[in-house]
């Protein structure tokens, strides 16, 4: 009788125990970005090389419903709600990073396309390249994001030099899916 329960029991556990792991793993980086995703995150460090001074963004939790949504076929982000951020100038002293003026606020409106990660997508060597076409200038530009992908959470990072040799820092945006 013992043994019967002991199978049943262990039945009983192996048929209750989630299998999502199994099947994240058998699905490729693409599969696994589709959907919606919330911010929880925004930090830009930039240091701009040339006038030796730098910049600090970060995001403004309160004030912000930012979102993005991958798609597939075709593979497209879409951006929807608003942005806040601080912005704050610093230089650094001794090696340290001091604040020498704060520069208020700004955002980015999801909901008219803004934002880092717009337009077209693809994964390359496990790195999100996103294209898009700059309103503004009617340029096309593409932009690489490092990107770390546990469970429900995506942190993507970039690194400030691929927008020209006067900058280095990083940028990292993090979300949780929908």
Same mark, same amino acid.
């Given at each position: 009788?013992k043994k019967i329960l002991f199978v049943l029991f262990s039945i009983l556990i192996l048929s209750c125990?989630?299998?999502?792991? *199994?099947?994240?793993?058998?699905?490729?980086?693409?599969?696994?970005? =589709? !959907? @919606?995703? &919330?911010?929880?995150?925004?930090?830009?460090?930039? #240091?701009?090389?040339?006038?030796?001074? !730098?910049?600090?963004?970060?995001?403004?939790?309160? @004030?912000?419903? +930012?979102? =993005? %949504?991958?798609?597939? $076929?075709?593979?497209?982000?879409?951006?929807?709600?608003?942005?806040? #951020?601080? /912005?704050? @100038?610093? %230089?650094?002293?001794?090696?340290?990073?001091? =604040?020498?003026?704060?520069?208020?606020? $700004?955002?980015?409106? !999801?909901?008219?396309?803004?934002? *880092?990660?717009?337009?077209?997508?693809?994964? %390359? $060597?496990?790195?999100?390249?996103?294209?898009?076409?700059s309103p503004q200038e009617g340029i096309e530009y593409s932009i690489i994001s490092s990107i770390e992908?546990?469970?429900? /959470?995506?942190? *993507?990072?970039?690194?400030?030099?691929?927008?020209?040799?006067? *900058? &280095?820092?990083? =940028?990292?945006?993090? +979300?949780?899916?929908?």
């Amino acid at each position: 009788m013992k043994k019967i329960l002991f199978v049943l029991f262990s039945i009983l556990i192996l048929s209750c125990s989630s299998d999502d792991s *199994l099947e994240s793993e058998e699905l490729s980086l693409s599969e696994r970005l =589709i !959907g @919606e995703w &919330t911010l929880t995150n925004y930090h830009d460090d930039s #240091y701009f090389v040339q006038d030796q001074y !730098g910049i600090i963004e970060q995001m403004v939790g309160d @004030e912000t419903d +930012y979102g =993005i %949504e991958f798609t597939n $076929n075709p593979n497209k982000i879409n951006t929807t709600g608003f942005l806040r #951020y601080t /912005r704050d @100038e610093y %230089e650094i002293v001794a090696g340290e990073k001091v =604040i020498t003026k704060s520069a208020g606020t $700004n955002f980015w409106d !999801g909901n008219n396309g803004e934002g *880092l990660h717009t337009g077209e997508w693809s994964i %390359e $060597n496990g790195m999100l390249i996103n294209s898009d076409v700059s309103p503004q200038e009617g340029i096309e530009y593409s932009i690489i994001s490092s990107i770390e992908l546990s469970g429900n /959470r995506l942190k *993507l990072i970039l690194d400030n030099a691929q927008f020209g040799s006067h *900058l &280095t820092g990083k =940028i990292m945006i993090e +979300y949780r899916r929908k």
